[in-house]
């Protein structure tokens, strides 16, 4: 079955600190594709990035950062250069593409909280 | 850039009344989802809908549960007999096609059974 761990349960830092956020998935699909969600305090899910299983060429835009490894099963998200605005809850996601449907199965999460 | 929509934000029912939580996904999209997420927890699967029937459910959508599109554009989600447990944040998502590509969220309907 699939399976998404944030081990990081809570992060705080201080603002233009650099954070990493890790996600670990277990998957038997060799076809697949992985997701970062933000949710912020108004509680809307914010689309970051969708990564195909193929693909593992790490992507940056702007601040952000994903580095994505099948060797160690993760796909893990920077923020350099940390906002105040950048406080959420960030979500790792995996698909699951088995069972007829299709649905993403989604870590626990990690709240971050930058501070002034 | 087109947007999922979910109406209302926010509701607010009795237990054991019934309640509809309303959704417009993208409208070129084939694919569509409600997840839940109860206070403080991750997000979990509900239903997928596709071709005018459900896809998959997960082991929460029981017999309480049905979704429907009614008209082409509208996707609900109803719940038959509210308990206090069906408090929680309910997403409605559509994507084009099966790859998730990419999965988008509306922005939920927070539903409180009192």
Known sequence: AQKVTQAQTEISVVEKEDVT???VYETRDTTYYLFWYKQPPSGELVFLIRRNSFDEQNEISGRYSWNFQKSTSSFNFTITASQVVDSAVYFCALS????????LVFGKGTKLTVNP | EPEVT?????QVTQMGQEVILRCVPISNHLYFYWYRQ???????FLVSFYNNEISEKSEIFDDQFSV???????????????????SAMYFCASSADRELTPLHFGNGTRLTVT
């Not at chain 2, 979910?6 to 926010?10: A, G, L």
């Not at chain 2, 109860?38 to 979990?44: F, P, R, T």
């Open chain 2, 38 to 44: 109860i206070l403080g927890q991750k997000v979990e």
């Open chain 1, 96 to 103: 699951d593409l088995q069972g007829g449907s299709e649905k």
């Open chain 2, 6 to 10: 979910q109406t209302p934000s926010h």
């Open chain 1, 21 to 23: 956020l890790d996600c």
């Open chain 2, 68 to 86: 429907e599109r009614p008209d082409g554009s509208n996707f609900t989600l109803k719940i038959r007999s509210t308990k206090l447990e069906d």
